[in-house]
């Protein structure tokens, strides 16, 4: 997953167009090191769709758009290839976050239930 997807993953499940995204950050007024000057619409616009380099600078501002710290854009642990993954993604990473307070035998309980739903879609059972 390149920098720019996980971008529009995030628009997408925060529900923000790229216009939005793209106005918003442009009103924080971000400059580029090597003209010195904001990216405009367009620019931010080629970002989004992969056809532009995204700026490293730019980082702290978009995360700041987007309400996520800036590591938050560079994690790509969990890659949701499916659409189906895609809308339960929000509470896949809640569920990890989680995770840290289960006890023990509610973690092995949930990885013996997690191993049979895997069993049976591998099986070919696709809608448990």
């Not at 499916?82 to 569920?95: F, G, H, L, P, V």
Request: aromatic share 10%; glycine share 4%.
């Amino acid at each position: 997953m390149e920098i720019w997807e996980k971008i529009n993953y995030l628009l997408e499940e925060k529900k923000i167009t790229k216009q939005e995204f793209a106005n918003k950050l442009v009103s924080l007024a971000p400059k580029l090191k090597r003209t010195g000057e904001s990216p405009s619409t367009q620019t931010i616009l080629g970002y989004l769709y992969g056809k532009r380099e995204l700026k490293v600078e730019l980082i702290p501002y978009i995360a700041e758009v987007l309400g996520v710290d800036e590591q938050e854009l560079f994690r790509f642990d969990i890659e949701y290839a499916t659409e189906y993954n895609m809308r339960y993604s929000k509470d896949a990473r809640e569920i990890l976050e989680l995770l840290h307070y289960a006890p023990k035998p509610m973690v092995e309980h949930i990885k013996n239930a997690l191993r049979r739903c895997k069993k049976s879609y591998e099986d070919g059972v696709k809608e448990l």
